[in-house]
Each structure stands twice: as structure tokens, then as C-alpha cells.
């Protein structure tokens, strides 16, 4: 299956922000029938990708509404190893994403997507057992926009924890959050995915959109701390534990611009 750029695949056209949000479950998800769409994007993740379906499948078959309600779309965005044939060998919907932008990548997979929740989560991450569940839960409250589940490190340092202290105060005043985000289908397409321009904080960007949403409807973005992802390090790894810490002005800064913009 391929899927080039989100706003071009043949996706519905944006609702308006009033409409009103569908729960993720109703009668019309029958036995088999996604209830929730996780995407992966991926570029050459070969690696580090079979740990994370591992964890997947784990939180699949723990999911109360069976295992099949789960879809993962793997979102290969023009990888040179072999991440788009472990991702076939595993049994994930496969989307082809030729633009190397991480955003392009996010929206490709979403464009597959068909079930009326769509999650997103990083190739190096780690998924907590009962990570579905909690999602099905959140999105069956009409008082939540979306949310996230956050993560904790798959080591720890001074510097890491120093690099993570300093987002702390970001994430509880805006309740933004990483890990595996996720929302409705719905919302996605009314908010326009994420950005295919931004080289970094699309993901920010993304949520400061959704939380514009929810502040016209009364709603708000959640965090799911007790199902909390694991984020790898490779990056303090090869460049430092004290690396992102010296840059963390630098990137709230950026942060803040992303959501003026959005």
C-alpha cells in the first residue's frame, strides 16, 4: 500500500471545529473492526522497530476489545534496510511515504488509517502493556480532545534528568505530552494533520492545534501517566547525556513559536 502526502490521498474534507466528537466506541464496531489505528513512522528503524511490535502485540492481545481492533500501520518513509519487510513479516499495514519529512510521514500512515482513534508512536519507543485500554477509555470521554501518555527514559543520568526536569513545567501547564499521542480520526482531518514543513516540533505543533480544537468544543487534552511509554536515549548516547540541555532554551523558544503559529 502506498501513501504519499496526507492532504492528497483522498481523505475526507475538513469538518468544522462544531461538530461535535464521536465516541470510539459505539454498535457499530463489530467483532474484528479497528477500534484504534496506531501508526508508526519509520525511517531505517530496522533495529529497533521488532522491540517496539513486541510491545505491541503484548498491549494487543491484553486490549479488551480483542486483539483485531488494533490496527498498526508502519509508516516507511523510503528506508534503505529492512524496516518495510519486518514491518510486512509482522503482519502491519505497510504505507509507503517517499517525502523524508517526519510530518509526511506521520499523515501518510494516518491516511490508511480506518478506525476512529488514531495513535502515533516513535519507532525506538516502547508501548505499556495496557496502553490501549487507557486510550479506548480517554476517547470515550467526550471531555478530551486527544492526549498523550508520556514516557519515561530507558535510562537515567544527571543530564537526562536535568534535560527532562526542564520540560516538566511545559507539559503541566499545557498538558501537552509524548509517548503515544493520539485522537480522533475526525479531529486529525479537522485540524490538517501534522506539518510537512517543520524539521523538528511538528509534533508540538500538531498538539497546540488540538488544543485550539478542544477549547472551541470545552474539551482538553489528557495525560495517561499510569500507561506511560519508554523512550529510547540513542540520541544522549551518541551525542551526550548533557547535550539537549544545553539546547533546551533554544527549542522551548521554538516550541512556543510552534504553537503561536499553529
Not at 467483532?31 to 533495529?47: D, F, H, M, Q, T
Not at 543520568?157 to 511545559?170: H, K, R, W
Not at 485522537?183 to 511538528?202: L, P, Q
Request: proline share 4%.
Amino acid at each position: 500500500e502506498s501513501a504519499s502526502k496526507y492532504r492528497s490521498v483522498g481523505l475526507p474534507a475538513r469538518r468544522s471545529a462544531a461538530s461535535p466528537p464521536v465516541k470510539a466506541s459505539s454498535p457499530a464496531h463489530a467483532a474484528g473492526v479497528p477500534r484504534l489505528s496506531l501508526v508508526i513512522p519509520a525511517y531505517n528503524e530496522a533495529a529497533l522497530l521488532p522491540r517496539l511490535l513486541d510491545t505491541i502485540d503484548l498491549a494487543r492481545s491484553r486490549f479488551s476489545g480483542g486483539p483485531d481492533a488494533i490496527e498498526v500501520i508502519v509508516a516507511d518513509n523510503s528506508s534503505t534496510d529492512a524496516t518495510a519487510a519486518i514491518a510486512k513479516a509482522r503482519g502491519c499495514r505497510l504505507a509507503r511515504v517517499t517525502r523524508r519529512m517526519i510530518g509526511a510521514s506521520r499523515n501518510g500512515g494516518a491516511a490508511l488509517a480506518t478506525a476512529p482513534v488514531i495513535c502515533f508512536v516513535d519507532a525506538d519507543m516502547q508501548v505499556h502493556s495496557d496502553t490501549f485500554n487507557a486510550i479506548a477509555g480517554a476517547m470515550n470521554d467526550l471531555h478530551l480532545v486527544g492526549g498523550a501518555t508520556g514516557v519515561t527514559m530507558e535510562r537515567w543520568s544527571a543530564g537526562i534528568v536535568a534535560t527532562y526536569g526542564l520540560l516538566v513545567p511545559f507539559v503541566w501547564l499545557t498538558r501537552m505530552d509524548t509517548g503515544v499521542v493520539f485522537c480522533r480520526r475526525d479531529d486529525f482531518v479537522r485540524v490538517g494533520g501534522y506539518s510537512e514543513s517543520r524539521h523538528f516540533a511538528e509534533d508540538v505543533e500538531f498538539l497546540w492545534k488540538l488544543t485550539r480544537l478542544g477549547w472551541s468544543r470545552g474539551q482538553h487534552l489528557t495525560r495517561l501517566r499510569q500507561v506511560k511509554a519508554i523512550a529510547s536515549v540513542r540520541k544522549f548516547d551518541r551525542f551526550g547525556d548533557w547535550h539537549y540541555f544545553t539546547m533546551m532554551p533554544a527549542l522551548l523558544i521554538s516550541t512556543f513559536s510552534a504553537g503561536c503559529l499553529a
